[in-house]
């Protein structure tokens, strides 16, 4: 039987693995809460293991049903969304030379579904940005992560981030480097963790010189959070004389 490629499919399929116990975990660990950073998000209880799965199944969903799920109320719709527009970007970068034309139509479409608020939890941008932002701009100017470091929203400024793991894996951090300087005084909790992960991330995957040389620089007016992520794979002196600085 052909599966039928349509958003409701894939609702319907994750509504069947689906655990109302697992959704009000979900909800409290997402702080879903008044004033929290996830305030208003709705959870049906499908754990990302058993999302990802259904989103395999519906690998072939149209970009314009994958727009649905984007705007679906629901968390785990629009994680699905972003791991089959994930595939979608894989896919055409794999194609012979590139598929460019398809590449630039689902960059659009996802920053269109981040600038109206779709990407809107940690989770969904750390699983998305890198594979979607990072590929189209490896090649390209990346003036736009300039741009959205400076939104107001958390979640604009955790994409520009968390896309430049991409440059990170292939040796390239200047522009984490660069933004993470722009934002070292964004006190947001999300925001210190992701600057100090993706420096900690240069001094595994670059170069450890590299983040020393920004830890020189940097460290006495870093946030506690950013640094102690940044050094954490250091050795316990390195990591004592960087913290001592602040």
């Known amino acids: ?17 689906s655990d109302a116990a697992d959704a009000m975990h979900l909800q409290r660990f997402f702080k879903t809460g008044p004033g929290e950073y996830g305030e208003g998000d709705v959870f049906i209880g499908v754990r990302v293991p058993a999302t990802r799965k259904v989103a395999k199944v519906f690998g072939g969903l149209p970009l314009s049903e994958i727009d649905k799920l984007l705007d679906s ?12 527009l994930n595939a979608w970007m894989a896919k055409a970068s794999r194609a012979r030379g590139g598929d460019v034309t398809l590449q630039e139509k689902i960059f659009r479409l996802y920053l269109a579904a981040v600038e ?50 991409d440059f990170i894996k292939r040796g390239d951090a200047s522009t984490t480097l660069a933004l993470s300087e722009r934002l070292l005084d964004d006190r947001r909790d999300l925001i210190q963790k992701a600057v100090g992960w993706m420096l900690r991330e ?45």
């Not at 470091?149 to 981030?161: C, G, H, N, T």
């Open 1 to 17: 039987m052909t599966q039928e490629l349509t958003a409701a499919a894939v609702q319907a399929a994750l509504a069947e693995v």
């Open 73 to 84: 109320p629901v968390h785990e719709h629009r994680l699905a969304g972003l791991v089959i």
């Open 116 to 165: 109206r608020g779709r990407v809107n939890n940690w989770d969904l941008v750390d699983a998305s940005a890198e594979f979607i932002v990072g590929p189209w701009l490896r090649e390209r100017p990346r003036d736009l992560l300039f741009e959205l470091a400076q939104r107001d929203s958390l979640w604009e400024r955790r994409v520009a981030l968390l896309s430049t793991f």
């Open 202 to 246: 240069i001094g595994k995957r670059v170069d450890a010189e590299i983040l020393a040389g920004f830890l020189d620089a940097h460290a006495a007016g870093m946030g506690r959070t950013a640094l102690s992520y940044a050094t954490e794979h250091l050795t316990p002196e390195r990591r004592a004389h960087y913290r001592a600085q602040r």
